[in-house]
């Protein structure tokens, strides 16, 4: 039974940074890409950034620049460092593990 707990949501200002994190328990997770998602209210789930199981990443236009994804096998974690955060990143974010689970979320709340 695969779990996945992220961490690491708040409320931050504008242009300030955030580090989630995604603690993954039960087998698979150094064979499988992972990735971070996001829900803004109002909106549909999307993708946000996914890092292959040899750590190839890709990310979506909107925050290209300015998120980081990262793994770390020993830990079976993966991270998403967020700088220069805008008010369109409020949303709750979700990770993913690529054989079909899910978090339940952690909120990331941008503003003054």
């Known amino acids: 039974q695969v779990q996945l707990v992220e961490s690491g949501g708040g409320l931050v200002q504008p242009g300030g940074s955030l580090r989630l994190s995604c603690a993954a328990s039960g087998s698979g997770f150094s064979i499988n890409a992972m990735g971070w998602y996001r829900q803004a209210p109002g909106k549909e789930r999307e993708l946000v950034a996914i890092?292959?199981?040899?750590?190839?990443?890709n990310y979506a236009d909107s925050v290209k620049g300015r998120f980081t994804i990262s793994r770390d096998n020993a830990k079976n974690t993966v991270y998403l460092q967020m700088n220069s955060l805008k008010a369109e990143d409020t949303a709750v974010y979700y990770c993913?593990?690529?054989?079909?689970?899910w978090g339940k979320g952690t909120l990331v709340t941008v503003s003054s």
């Open positions: 890092i292959s199981r040899g750590r190839s990443a």
């Open positions: 993913y593990m690529a054989a079909g689970y």
